[in-house]
C-alpha cells in the first residue's frame, strides 16, 4: 500500500490530473491523514488544505476538476488564478474596512 505523509503527498502535479473534493477527502481517511474520531470532515479537510499551502501551492480553479499542484504547463492557469486571488484579497481588505470602523466606534464609545 502506498503510504501519505501530508495531503500534498495526495495531490497531484497539473491541472490535468487534477483531484475533486471527495476523492481527495476519501484518501485522506484512507490514509488517516483526517483521524476517525472527527465528525465534521469538510471543515477538518479546509484545516488540512490551509496548512498545505503555507507550505506549497495548491490550486482549485473552481471548473470543477478539482486541487492540483501546478506546473510550468499550467502557467496560464496561475495566472488566472492569481489575479483572481489578488482580486478577492482586494474585495475582503475593502468591505472588512467598515468592519473595523465600526469596531473603533463602538470601543470609543461613539456608538451606543
Known sequence: MNTATSIVDLIPEGHDNAIGHELLTAKCITF?????????TDRYMRKLLHEAKLQTSIVNMQDGKGYF???????????????QEKARQRNVARSFRYTERLLADFQAGRLD
Open 32 to 40: 488517516g491523514l483526517i483521524p476517525d474520531r472527527i465528525k465534521d
Open 69 to 83: 499542484r501546478p506546473t510550468k504547463d499550467d502557467m496560464d492557469l496561475l495566472l488566472t488564478y492569481v489575479r
